[in-house]
């Protein structure tokens, strides 16, 4: 008896156990309401930096700027060209030359 | 660097700690203010990156950026096997206005456009209603490694974490498209998510595919990955894989598709992600005239995972050495390893072969010959003949980067 039930049960368990694994697992979609991280660092201080915390920060925080690289004063203003001109950052000429002036002095080459 | 060390830290305490008592946490002696970084090891700087466990379902990654979030795998992960595991899988977006709660009862997938019949898919219509696949692929940024491009330039500046491999389970988007009925003249098919741009007149995230790339039955609409509903932050409820090409096409969150009739014009498709059209999208820094063309298909590309430049092996001894390889948009055909500064190059073995657009092991045995310095290079030729260039690959935006891998070591 014994040694027929073990290979049944065996098979069994081959049977059933694909079906709870993976994909009895994706029968359904679980509804999520989770928390992200926000930031509320601003930009180091320095002539400028009021420009750069009301022009950069809505869109994104300040890391984005933080971790990048020193650039030529010339990619600095694609840059901020880019942000107004395809992601339309609404940033006045004059708010746009102090951001340049603080990313070329605090992120800028030579 | 300064400034921004205290910054990092002030911001990384608030997300654990709130934003209350700030004053008194930033005079703390070093020791107890102290946290967990990595050094991504780039010439210039900044090198230094927050490890950060803040994020939801998300475990251990490098804090790229806070919101939008770029997290990126830390590179040990990949030496744990060839799928990435979910709480680690690196996150990217492009907006920061995309819900952080879904109901999925409430949620509904569009189909419309240039269709016999728009369609409002539930969730359940597509765990239930249509035939389920199942595809291993890689999920890599254009612009993974774009730290290492020299001259630096501006964008995420990425190290090689922002891949993750994953078993994808969905529908063939192939099949979403017939029950829609695509008319005659459809040209492409355009995909779209919950994410929304802050500024309002700014281009919405989009992409396209043509339409015959959209049916060709690989392209799938997934809600599962390694067996799990897909995390928020890798796009739940729904994403679009599109097997071998850039994980900008993998649209998360995706509840828009748009079956078009006329060339898509949209920021992201016509002017956004372009690449010198010149072999291997690379240029020579400061040359200017050449024409652009999209990022598509993802190119192939090894790492070792197990040694790091700046390691110490043994000299004259056997010493095992294994990492991650994929072809990009094909099969892994060979990896090969090189102990000589590229003059030699030596097969290594292929682990199991989990499907053509995932990440494949290798391994092998290698005996350096000499005390010293070593440089090993790894290179990966895929099913199509195509192998990783030994030259650098620039271009201004800082993508496709596949320039084969070197560490260097010291035999003793």
């Known amino acids: ?110 | 660097m300064q400034n921004r060390d205290v910054l990092v830290r002030r911001m990384t305490r608030r997300l654990l700690l709130g934003a209350a008592g700030m004053g008194g946490l930033a005079l703390l002696p070093a020791p107890a203010r102290a946290e967990e970084t990595v050094d991504l090891r780039v010439p210039g700087g900044p090198s230094t990156r927050p490890i950060t466990t803040a994020y939801a379902q998300k475990g251990r990654m490098i804090l790229q950026r806070t919101s939008p979030p770029w997290l990126e795998t830390p590179f040990e992960v990949f030496d744990k096997g060839v799928f990435t595991p979910n709480h680690q899988h690196y996150v990217s977006w492009h907006w920061a206005n995309f819900p952080s709660e879904i109901d999925v009862d409430k949620f509904r997938l569009t189909v419309r456009g240039h269709v016999n019949q728009t369609l409002s898919l539930s969730t359940k219509d597509i765990l239930h209603g249509l035939p389920r696949v199942e595809l291993a692929a890689v999920s890599q940024c254009a612009g993974n490694s774009r730290i290492y491009m020299q001259p630096r330039v501006p964008g995420a500046q990425w190290a090689n974490g922002s891949m993750s491999n994953a078993l994808w389970t969905g529908v063939r988007l192939k099949d979403v498209l017939d029950r829609a009925g695509v008319k005659p003249g459809a040209l492409q098919v355009r995909f779209g998510g919950l994410d929304e741009p802050v500024v309002s007149d700014a281009p919405k995230f989009m992409k396209s595919l043509a339409i015959d790339h959209a049916r060709d039955g690989e392209v799938m609409i997934a809600f599962g990955m390694n067996g799990e509903q897909l995390q928020l932050l890798n796009g739940f409820p729904l994403k679009l894989i599109v097997p071998g090409w850039c994980a900008v096409y993998w649209i998360k969150m995706l509840n828009d598709i748009e079956v078009l009739d006329q060339p898509d014009t949209n920021y992201w498709t016509v002017t956004g992600y372009r690449v010198p059209d010149t072999p291997h999208n690379t240029v020579n820094p400061g040359r200017t005239g050449f024409k652009l063309v999209p990022v598509t298909r993802n190119f192939p590309r090894s790492f070792i995972t197990n040694i790091r430049s700046g390691d110490m092996v043994p000299v004259g001894t056997p010493a095992p050495a294994r990492g991650i390889a994929f072809g990009g948009d094909c099969g892994v055909a060979r990896v090969d390893l090189s102990i000589d500064s590229g003059k030699s190059w030596h097969p290594t073995q292929l682990g199991k072969d989990e499907g053509e657009y995932g990440f494949r092991q290798w391994q092998t045995q290698f005996t350096l010959p000499s005390r010293g310095e070593h440089t090993l290079m790894i290179r990966c030729t895929n099913t199509n003949g195509e192998a990783q260039p030994d030259f650098p690959v620039w271009n201004p935006a800082g993508y496709m980067r596949n320039t084969i891998e070197s560490s260097h070591v010291v035999a003793a």
């Open chain 1, 1 to 110: 008896m014994l040694r027929t039930l073990l290979p049944a049960s065996t098979i069994l368990c081959a049977i059933l156990l694909p079906l709870t694994g993976h994909a009895a697992r994706l029968d359904e979609l679980k509804s999520l309401n989770l928390e992200l991280p926000s930031s509320d660092m601003t930009f180091p201080d320095g002539a400028g930096a009021d420009a750069m915390n009301g022009n950069c920060l809505a869109c994104h925080s300040a890391d984005h700027m933080l971790n990048q690289p020193t650039l030529p004063r010339k990619v600095w203003e694609e840059v901020v060209d880019k942000m107004i001109n395809a992601y339309k950052a609404p940033i006045t000429p004059q708010d746009a030359a102090t951001v340049v002036d603080y990313l070329a002095r605090t992120k800028g080459t030579m």
